[in-house]
């Protein structure tokens, strides 16, 4: 028996091979019905897992009943006792609707906290604890673990039908084999036929061959059988009848809008076609050709739409990575004021508004990048948080310290001592600005405080010295008149008559009394400036002359602050460090030069006379370092 089955089974002709059916065009992953199960039991609330566009269509257009929670949690322990085939998709579909109601009561608390915290949140919002959730989690688990058992035993069970359906098969082939007996054993076929039909539920990689085979096997069959010719043209016209019929309702499903449902239904029609016996010889390849042309259609348009699905999750996929790049791009070292912190916060939530709007992904990418969203947003919140604890540390120290200014400033309110006290209160203001922000609650009353003592102390000195001002202002224009004076010296007087005028100019300026503060700098760069004009002019070395002018100059700058002499001192400190450079550099260069030519003689004394000049400059600016340090004494 052996022998004859070898026989037969090698010889099958490939006549139908091209069929579309099963593993030919597949149906995606995200939508295979053993695939929709609650594999998972992970939360996902603020983006429930992407499902089949078929599930997902239909749970749109059906009526969903009003669920709560504690409800939902109840009917899916309930589920998990019956049939895994009858309850697996109100399983899927409760545990959808039940996320669905946590996130928005995690966003109607969200919403409440953000209400009552507006000014200024103490901590980051943090969504009170779902206790419903691990009873859901443990049912949903249960369940998983019955799916698995159910999914197990009907694999086996499949496993076990290929078994029996090859062996009709095979018993089959051995009536086709058995040429001399075969008008015998006509029924004994029938039956086997209708055997192997009856057998139905086997595993899809095998069904295209396993109905490959019986088809050639049944051709065979009705080649080689010598009964009534009647009877078996009666049989071929009607399968011809049929599988027209099957092609005319293939061809009809072209271009139907639910290409979903019509590719089902092209399944339901190949089905039907295995079952449905050959026509005449002549005619088989033209009817098997007309239904796979049909087939072909639906099978393109159905893969089609799935690679447009495809194509929107990648572009999904995409704008989703812009977003989580957008929000990891942020530098939050830079943020350095609530109102910075905030800025950005307002920014992420319209990312996190913009992230609900994109469209479904890949169920392989879906958690990873929701993943990466979410994570990226709890470190910007958490830095967020740090942050808000650092600066209210500051605050408070901030806090302290501006209340002892604001202390010092009314401890010195009643001073009568005008210029020091003035210069207490602006060294106290510029520390004010030093002083980082206080809480918003403190920083108008504090502020208030401090300037209310700077203005009192202010306006007192402003009436107290209101007559000193009109003088001050008097001697401002006496002064501004020698300075013009200084200016307006005729250019034809000796070098002696021009001395002399303008030692009577620098007495006259010592004899004038105080001017406006703001006006003190200034005015003495101005005197200062037209006296060197006139000594270079006239080519005046006294240097007595000289110091007159810088004593003046010194009086008027001991009238204002201290650091303004430590200032000056500082700077012809640096005058004459650069001068003894230079005059280091001079001597040095004297050594080069041989003064036999006459052109080496007329550098030297050029350089000596540099030298003379150097060293009076020097000494110059030396006893005017010493007449500031007497002053500062």
Not at 479 to 502: P, Q, T
Not at 600 to 623: C, F, H, P, T, Y
Request: with cysteine.
């Amino acid at each position: 028996m052996t022998e004859q089955k070898e026989s037969v089974l090698p010889e099958m002709r490939n006549e139908e091979e091209d069929i579309v059916m099963g593993g030919t065009a597949t149906e995606p992953e995200a939508s295979h019905p053993e695939n929709n199960g609650t594999d998972s039991t992970e939360e996902f609330a603020a983006e429930p897992e992407a499902e089949g566009e078929t599930a997902a269509l239909a749970r749109d257009n059906e009526t969903k009943p009003e669920y709560t929670r504690p409800q939902i949690v109840e009917r899916v322990e309930k589920l998990v006792n019956s049939s895994v085939e009858e309850v697996k998709d109100e399983i899927e579909h409760l545990k959808q609707i039940y996320y669905k109601l946590r996130k928005q009561e995690v966003e109607a608390e969200k919403a409440e906290y953000e209400a009552g915290n507006q000014a200024e949140p103490e901590e980051p919002f943090v969504p009170s604890p779902d206790v419903l959730e691990e009873r859901l989690k443990s049912a949903l688990q249960t369940f998983k673990e019955k799916k698995a058992r159910f999914l197990a035993e009907q694999e086996e069970r499949r496993n076990r039908n290929l078994e029996r359906k090859q062996a009709v098969l095979n018993e089959m082939a051995e009536i086709v084999n058995d040429s001399d007996n075969i008008n015998k054993r006509y029924n004994e076929f029938q039956q086997l036929q209708q055997a192997f039909k009856e057998i139905t539920d086997i595993p899809a990689p095998a069904v295209n061959q396993m109905w490959k085979n019986f088809q050639h096997c049944v051709e065979q069959f009705y080649d080689m059988l010598k009964i009534n010719k009647e009877l078996r043209d009666y049989d071929f016209k009607k399968n011809l009848e049929q599988k027209t019929a099957l092609c005319n309702a293939a061809e009809a499903l072209a271009g139907q809008k639910d290409i979903i449902a019509a590719f089902k239904e092209l399944q339901r029609l190949h089905e039907e076609w295995r079952n449905t016996g050959p026509v005449e010889r002549e005619l088989r390849e033209q009817i098997w050709t007309r239904f796979k042309n049909a087939s072909t259609v639906i099978s393109k348009e159905y893969q089609a739409h799935f690679e447009a699905i495809k194509e929107k999750e990648k572009e999904s996929e995409e704008a989703k990575i812009k977003l989580c790049e957008k929000i990891e791009a942020i530098d939050t070292d830079a943020l350095k004021s609530f109102q910075a912190w905030e800025d950005k916060t307002k920014e992420i939530v319209e990312i996190q508004a913009e992230w609900k709007k994109t469209g479904y992904t890949s169920r392989k990418k879906s958690n990873q990048l929701y993943e990466r969203f979410r994570n990226a947003c709890d470190i910007f919140f958490k830095k967020k948080s740090e942050y808000y604890k650092t600066v209210k540390t500051e605050f408070a120290k901030n806090l302290e310290q501006k209340r002892a200014l604001c202390e010092k400033a009314e401890e010195m309110k009643e001073s009568t001592d005008w210029q020091k006290a003035t210069e207490k209160y602006i060294a106290l203001q510029k520390e004010w600005k030093t002083v980082g922000a206080v809480p918003r609650k403190y920083s108008d009353a504090l502020w208030k405080r401090f300037i209310g003592a700077c203005d009192y102390f202010f306006e007192r000195k402003a009436k107290e010295t209101a007559g000193q001002m009109e003088a001050e202002k008097a001697n401002l224009e006496a002064k501004r008149a020698l300075i013009e004076k200084i200016s307006a010296i005729n250019s034809d007087l000796d070098v002696k008559e021009a001395e002399n005028e303008l030692r009577t100019i620098i007495a006259e300026w010592n004899s004038i009394g105080f001017v406006p503060f703001k006006e003190k700098d200034k005015l003495n760069k101005a005197f200062k400036a037209a006296l060197d004009e006139q000594f270079e002019k006239f080519n005046i070395q006294n240097r007595n002359a000289k110091l007159s002018a810088f004593a003046s100059a010194i009086k008027d700058i001991s009238g204002g602050s201290g650091s303004k002499l430590q200032s000056e001192r500082d700077r012809l400190l640096r005058t004459y460090d650069r001068m003894k450079a230079e005059l280091q550099t001079c001597e040095n260069n004297m050594g080069f030069f041989n003064i036999s030519s006459k052109q080496g003689n007329s550098i030297v004394k050029e350089i000596e006379r540099k030298i003379k000049k150097l060293k009076d400059d020097m000494q110059l600016i030396a006893q005017k370092i010493e007449m500031i340090d007497e002053s500062m004494k």
